[in-house]
């Protein structure tokens, strides 16, 4: 009792042999879109490298990589499948290769579901390796003289501008760490001795935030210095005032781009992976309808297609009994090995 | 007395209406090309309307646009005229691609208006820049803060161009206060002018925490010396930003667009070779025969009086009855002397 039986004429095979030999053209320019999407992934990672600690999995955008250029080869041999199945003489020498073929069709696309959960999960570590990189990013702040450093300040202030977020979870981050060099204090002045002496290790601090933290949209000039001292400016209330610095937080900012980017990726693989699960569907009824010819001298005969020969199962407790039959004989040789040895011996 | 003949024998015609197919899809690719980038360059002139005074440099974009356009479709149906519709395909589509070579000219010309217009935009700009509570322009202070951020420069020629306009609004001026009164009083029009510049000014490459306010007084802030500090602010100036930006855009496009106007004169050409080289096998018994083609019938200057002639004719014609009119009002005139 085969699986999803269909009946073959000689129209109807070429029909399935041409449509899925546009499908493969289609599966073709998707293995493509994957190359490329793994690919921009990879960049957009590299960029902000600085800010995840150098420590991120580069796994994901790799993996996608790889299975873009597999599913360009797979398809593009497919196809060739196809477009020789419509001319019998040239079918034949591909009879032995394509059960074969189909098997690993059929593990690719196992592993380009696979590759599509990893998109939608791969947020969670992603989220941790951030928040350590920019609780580092932030510290190094000032530290534009130190080599292997001298670039985090441009690299935060960029972002900050860029994704329009302030600090790590919100702007007063940067009350609690010193972002201002030691070069550039006047150590001599009393404000800046009043500050150190005022803290336990120190440091600088003050209510300001780096001009990167500015809102372009706000209609006063930025405040950006006493951010909590309401009466060091005119007309001010820190409390009410929503549009002076950005409110939201890297981490947030970051985390919620990276996350969209790798859903829209992961979506767009399980599409994908539908896609070749059609056309791994077609092949096996090409092939199926193309072996049970009735008469096989004649091209024009009916024939029929299947997907499974018998039910699934059916075909998965024949696959176990192989697999058995299989250890069974390893174990019959590894007797048999014994038993000549101790003869011998 | 033809103009530019040559030789084709029968192989030659093959090969030239062959590679005249391929030319022609060339061709249309040119003009989808050229339609592609003056749209672009439209809508990059467009996001940017606010800092610019008037449209008048739409005309580039604009042109580049009908051409491509126009190239795309004549192109396509290149193939499918028949012998009688080549005369007015020839007229279209010698018009069309001086059209392409106007556009390109028409962008090296247009750029001195480009920077009259980016001026007064721009410092329009910077004098709005406080009034985010009058409709119309309390977008103003957005605009130039970003454009300053994208484009890494500002103020207008430079940054000084901050100390001459009060940007900051009067909504958040304490008026009671000694600095404040101080600064309006040593203003002839009573303007609050500070040494400041806005926090879009600042250059992220900077080592040291953005100084924005007090850029001039060198006691002002430790260890800081206002003539060599240069990573500070922006020191370019916006309009030049602009202009660099557009110019390069403009460059690279008018090196497509012309090598797609030599592709479309190609095609061009060879139709009219294809052209006269098939009129000589009309009518001949063997197909195979060499034939002359040629691209114009008689030379230059005899075909451009061909083509003024009608329009000479209309003129000289006008000429000829005036002094028709006058020698008859003449003899009537002498006629009538001696009856008197």
Request: one cysteine or more; glycine letters at 6%.
């Amino acid at each position: 009792m085969a699986l999803l039986k269909v009946k073959f004429d000689l129209k109807k095979r070429v029909k399935l042999a041409q449509m899925l030999w546009l499908m493969y053209w289609f599966s073709i320019m998707a293995g493509v879109l994957v190359l490329s999407l793994g690919l921009f992934f990879k960049i957009e990672l590299r960029k902000r490298s600085e800010l995840m600690d150098n420590n991120e999995s580069h796994f994901v955008p790799n993996l996608l990589i790889g299975v873009g250029l597999l599913a360009c080869g797979i398809n593009a041999f497919g196809g060739k499948i196809c477009y020789d199945s419509l001319d019998s003489s040239k079918f034949a020498k591909w009879k032995t290769v394509l059960k074969p073929f189909l098997i690993c069709c059929f593990l690719f696309n196992v592993l380009l579901f696979f590759t599509a959960l990893l998109c939608f999960t791969m947020r969670i570590p992603l989220q941790f390796t951030l928040a350590e990189g920019l609780k580092n990013g932030m510290k190094y702040y000032k530290d534009s003289d130190v080599p292997g450093r001298c670039y985090m300040k441009r690299t935060l202030d960029l972002m900050q501008m860029e994704f329009r977020c302030c600090g790590n979870n919100n702007y007063k981050d940067w009350f609690e760490i010193q972002w201002v060099s030691n070069r550039y204090l006047d150590f001599s002045s009393k404000e800046v001795k009043d500050r150190i002496s005022s803290n336990v290790d120190g440091q600088y601090l003050l209510d300001g935030v780096p001009f990167s933290c500015c809102n372009p949209s706000s209609p006063r000039p930025c405040i950006q210095h006493q951010v909590t001292n309401n009466s060091a400016h005119y007309s001010y209330d820190h409390h009410t005032e929503e549009l002076n610095i950005w409110k939201r937080g890297c981490r947030d900012a970051l985390v919620s781009y990276y996350g969209g980017l790798m859903n829209t990726i992961g979506i767009l693989v399980l599409l994908v992976t539908m896609l070749e699960v059609a056309v791994m569907v077609g092949l096996q009824y090409v092939n199926t309808s193309l072996s049970t010819l009735v008469n096989p001298e004649d091209p024009e005969s009916e024939s029929e297609g299947w997907i499974l020969e018998k039910t699934v199962k059916e075909t998965f407790t024949d696959i176990m009994a192989k697999m058995k039959a299989m250890g069974k004989g390893n174990q019959v040789e590894e007797g048999a090995e014994d038993q000549a040895v101790a003869t011998v011996s | 007395m033809v103009w530019a003949k040559m030789k084709f024998p029968f192989e030659k015609r093959v090969k030239l209406a062959q590679g005249l197919w391929l030319l022609s899809w060339l061709a249309t690719l040119g003009g989808a090309i050229t339609f592609c980038l003056g749209c672009f360059l439209k809508t990059e002139l467009r996001r940017r309307a606010e800092v610019m005074d008037n449209t008048e440099t739409y005309i580039v974009p604009n042109t580049l646009i009908i051409a491509g356009m126009a190239s795309m479709g004549i192109n396509y149906f290149a193939g499918r005229i028949c012998q009688d519709a080549l005369d007015p395909y020839f007229c279209c589509s010698i018009f069309f691609t001086t059209l392409m070579l106007l556009g390109v000219i028409l962008s090296f010309i247009m750029r001195g208006t480009l920077e009259g217009s980016l001026k007064v935009g721009l410092k329009n700009g910077i004098r709005f820049y406080k009034d985010t509570d009058t409709p119309g322009r309390c977008f103003q202070k957005q605009t130039i803060d970003r454009l300053q951020m994208q484009f890494q420069c500002c103020g207008n020629n430079d940054f000084k161009d901050w100390f001459e306009v009060q940007w900051i609004s009067n909504r958040y001026l304490d008026f009671s206060s000694k600095e404040v009164k101080d600064r309006i009083r040593s203003n002839v029009d009573g303007r609050y002018l500070l040494d400041g510049v806005p926090f879009s000014c600042c250059n992220p490459s900077s080592p040291r925490p953005c100084i924005q306010y007090k850029l001039t007084n060198n006691s002002a802030h430790y260890n800081y010396e206002y003539q060599s500090e240069e990573m500070n602010i922006f020191v370019r100036g916006c309009r030049e930003a602009l202009l660099n930006y557009y110019i390069g855009l403009m460059n690279s496009f008018a090196a497509v667009v012309l090598s797609v106007f030599v592709v479309q004169g190609t095609v061009l050409a060879s139709l009219r070779y294809l052209e006269t080289s098939m009129e000589a096998v009309l009518g001949q018994e063997n197909m195979e025969i060499e034939t002359e083609g040629y691209l114009l019938e008689k030379s230059i200057s005899e075909t451009i009086m061909e083509y003024l002639d009608p329009v000479m004719k209309i003129l000289l014609l006008n000429q000829v009855e005036d002094g028709q009119a006058k020698a008859e009002e003449g003899a009537a005139g002498t006629s009538a002397a001696p009856a008197k």
